[in-house]
């Protein structure tokens, strides 16, 4: 089943003006007093289409690229492998990962099962540091995805003009949270440490959001576009800490929450978190806390 919610190039009259005014007729977002306005600095100018497919197990997108433009793949529901040149990532539902222009690409379903998709192509500058990497969005940027998604479904007055500048909402969030600001966006250039911290700050998110699950140290480094070896000498060199280690905190400040917030017993928590054996996880969360999961929900009364 496919579903073609809009397929159009944007009109003119509905791209961002490159200079805002205000009522007395003076520029307004100006980066100074020279005069330079933001609104030029948008990274998208025109969104050519939103497209959302529900495919079946067993599809897989053709080899293809956007030579003008950059493509924006968000996974609804389910998971995706994709090949983007020479990079190989896997996206879980609430990933989205920018395809810059020119970029061979395409995908299937993981495992071979079936897939929801949104794929947004637009024109304009490639969002700098969040391009060709896997992006997992939280709540307030799942939002803006789905608002785009429904205005470009509603067609009421002024939805190309909405969808875009929902969509420069999004990026430029994403954007932020990766350490950009509106100065730097889209420009070249990054060193090599911002590049290092940015591959660290994904692989911690993934884990962040994975943490129930086993530890799988390849797919965290595929999440952070990098090699597992390259990953883990990153973690010990800018953080001192191991892969194993980082899971484990985030464990036990998981465990240390729901044991504050909840009722649930221990045995629940430690389900919840990623631990099989209980004893097992008792053992760590003393070391962690210096106090076995008892006591600390004793020290809380």
Not at 18 to 46: H, K, L, T
Not at 217 to 231: F, I, M, P, Y
Not at 264 to 280: D, F, K, L, M, W
């Amino acid at each position: 089943m496919e579903m073609w919610l809009l397929t159009l190039c944007t009109p003119d009259y509905f791209r961002l003006p490159a200079r805002i005014n205000s009522c007395n007729g003076d520029s307004v977002m100006r980066n100074d007093d020279s005069g330079f306005d933001y609104a030029d600095r948008f990274p998208v100018r025109a969104i050519h289409y939103v497209l959302h497919k529900e495919k079946r197990a067993g599809y897989r997108t053709r080899w293809h690229r956007e030579r003008e433009a950059h493509e924006l793949i968000y996974v609804d529901y389910g998971a995706i492998r994709l090949r983007a040149g020479d990079l190989r990532v896997e996206l879980d539902t609430g990933d989205c990962f920018v395809v810059s222009r020119g970029t061979f690409h395409e995908f299937h379903g993981k495992s071979g099962r079936a897939f929801d998709f949104l794929n947004v192509v637009y024109s304009g500058r490639a969002p700098g540091g969040i391009e060709n990497r896997v992006l997992h969005l939280p709540a307030e940027e799942r939002a803006l995805v789905r608002a785009l998604k429904e205005e470009s479904l509603a067609l009421q007055p002024g939805h190309e003009a909405m969808m875009i500048l929902k969509l420069n909402e999004l990026l430029l969030r994403l954007g932020r949270r990766d350490g950009s600001t509106l100065e730097q966006y889209g420009r070249p250039g990054d060193t090599t440490h911002r590049y290092h911290g940015r591959v660290v700050r994904h692989a911690l998110g993934y884990l962040e959001h994975h943490f129930s699950q086993p530890l799988d140290a390849k797919a965290v480094a595929r999440h952070a576009g990098v090699s597992r070896s390259h990953l883990r000498a990153l973690l010990r060199r800018e953080t001192g800490r191991s892969l194993r280690s980082h899971l484990r905190g985030f464990r036990v400040e998981r465990a240390k929450r729901l044991l504050r917030e909840s009722s649930e017993n221990i045995a629940t928590v430690s389900y919840r978190v990623g631990y099989q054996s209980v004893p097992h996880f008792c053992t760590v969360f003393k070391r962690a806390v210096g106090k076995t999961p008892s006591e600390y929900v004793r020290s809380l009364k």
